[in-house]
T-cell receptor, first 120, second 112 residues
């Protein structure tokens, strides 16, 4: 099946620094990738939709200047948490979808293993 | 607002018991429906999905789900659970915007 990887799996950084997280689709081309945030014992909250070659679409309440998303190729999207603060500590998960049909969306999302960010 | 409700936050069963996890969504249009599973320490995996056609969908590992449009429901079932089914289960739906809306998840513990 489709495989999505994330790097790094864990990162610890100091407050005020920036952290980049990579999301790669390993065996398929993903025109669309998604970034989620998962709080402890809570569900996944969609942060933004990343489309290859265009600007990301952010969900309401997500600061686009703080969470920079770049989808430079069909297999790579990056999320950069800028000027990180302790409240940004969380589990960040990406997913990638491979178009399977025309017309109405029937895409299935494949999820990466997640990145645990801890901001000290 | 679009939302997904999973009524059971924690479920504890003994091996061989039957499982049914409830899922209701709130959206007036056509949807795609999914169940994802997250085993301890692992990433989300697709269990099954419904896009169209037969409302009874069979997934991996003996799971199935039934889409009942009139009830806006997509309950997950398994006739006989195993210890290895211990995991967190997420119901989700998407509309034509590609975005997935997740429920809050149900933690299943299967006792041997």
């Amino acid at each position: 099946g489709a495989v999505v990887s994330q790097h790094p799996s864990r990162v610890i950084c100091k407050s005020g620094t920036s952290v980049k997280i990579e999301c790669r689709s390993l065996d398929f081309q993903a025109t669309t990738m998604f970034w989620y945030r998962q709080f402890p014992k809570k569900s996944l909250m969609l942060m933004a939709t990343s489309n290859e070659g265009s600007k990301a679409t952010y969900e309401q309440g997500v600061e686009k200047d703080k969470f920079l998303i770049n989808h430079a190729s069909l297999t790579l999207s990056t999320l950069t948490v800028t000027s990180a603060h302790p409240e940004d500590s969380s589990f960040y998960i990406c997913s990638a979808s491979e178009p399977t049909s025309i017309g109405f969306n029937t895409d299935t999302q494949y999820f990466g293993p997640g990145t645990r960010l801890t901001v000290l | 607002a679009q939302s997904v409700s999973q009524h059971n936050h924690h479920v504890i069963l003994s091996e061989a018991a039957s499982l049914e996890l409830g899922c209701n969504y709130s959206y007036g249009g056509t949807v795609n429906l999914f169940w994802y599973v997250q085993y301890p320490g692992q990433h989300l995996q697709l269990l099954l999905k419904y896009f169209s056609g037969d409302p009874l969908v069979k997934g991996i590992k003996g799971f199935e789900a039934e889409f009942i449009k009139s009830k806006f429901s997509f309950n997950l079932r398994k006739p006989s659970v195993q210890w290895s089914d211990t995991a967190e289960y997420f119901c989700a739906f998407s509309d034509s915007s590609y975005k997935l809306i997740f429920g809050s998840g149900t933690r299943l513990l299967v006792r041997p």
